[in-house]
């Protein structure tokens, strides 16, 4: 089972500020890779899917890219709705299933 | 617009059952896979069960398989999570969400549904 790893675990920036977000698998998932941010209280909002490419309406600070085991997710310039946190997720054919990491907090 | 409803949670006992629904629209739901998810309270995202977009092919999480069991009816463009053997480890928000065009990824989610498993 393919285990993700995402770090670190809180990033403490500025809005203005370029954010770098990790997430590393435990063996190679190819470009099969995806980011989600989740606001509190809110639901799970896909920004990436196949590593680097942009979801609809996801503007275009937000980047994605990697491939094999190390994933990045990089924020150009944060922005004050950007605090957040985010998650990385892959897709597996066997065992069939998802995988999340365990998450990246942006604060403030 | 696509929208996505789930429904059915609650407070169950432990060893309790619960059916959860989720109904879609917007889109061609027969021609895409379904998944469920959830999320306890404070921690993070938790993969639960998918389903194929016939119906014939379904996951499970190992936290979940033997006891959770999903299907869908396409007619009523509805997928399903039955919840049986409860246990306080499944108190989380499920969250139903709708698989990208190619399965890469989740492009909408519900607002959730609570589950609280407590005595």
């Known amino acids: 089972e393919i285990v993700l790893t995402q770090s670190p675990g809180t990033l403490s920036l500025s809005p203005g500020e370029r954010a770098t977000l990790s997430c590393r698998a435990s063996?190679?998932?190819?470009?099969?890779l995806a980011w989600y941010q989740q606001k509190p209280g809110q639901v799970p909002r896909l920004l990436i899917y196949d590593a680097s490419n942009r979801a609809t309406g996801i503007p275009a600070r937000f980047s994605g890219s990697g491939s094999g085991t190390d994933f990045t997710l990089t924020i150009s310039s944060l922005e004050p709705e950007d605090f957040a946190v985010y998650y990385c997720?892959?897709?597996?054919?066997?065992?069939?299933?998802?995988?999340f990491g365990q998450g990246t907090k942006v604060e403030i | 617009e696509v929208q996505v409803l789930e429904s059915g949670g609650g407070l169950v006992q432990p060893g309790g059952s619960l059916r959860l629904s989720c109904a879609a629209s917007g889109f061609s739901f027969g021609n895409y896979a379904m998944s469920w998810v959830r999320q306890a309270p404070g921690r993070g995202l938790e993969w639960v069960s998918g389903?194929?977009?016939?119906?014939?092919?379904?996951y499970y999480a190992d936290s979940v398989k033997g006891r959770f069991t999903v299907s869908r009816d396409n007619s009523k463009n509805t997928v399903y999570l039955q919840m049986n053997s409860l246990r306080a480890e499944d108190t989380a928000i499920y969250y139903c969400a709708k698989d990208r065009a190619y399965g890469e990824a989740f492009d909408y989610w519900g607002q959730g549904t609570l589950v609280t498993v407590s005595s």
């Open positions: 063996q190679s998932v190819s470009n099969y």
């Open positions: 997720q892959h897709r597996s054919n066997w065992p069939p299933g998802w995988t």
């Open positions: 389903i194929s977009s016939n119906g014939g092919n379904t």
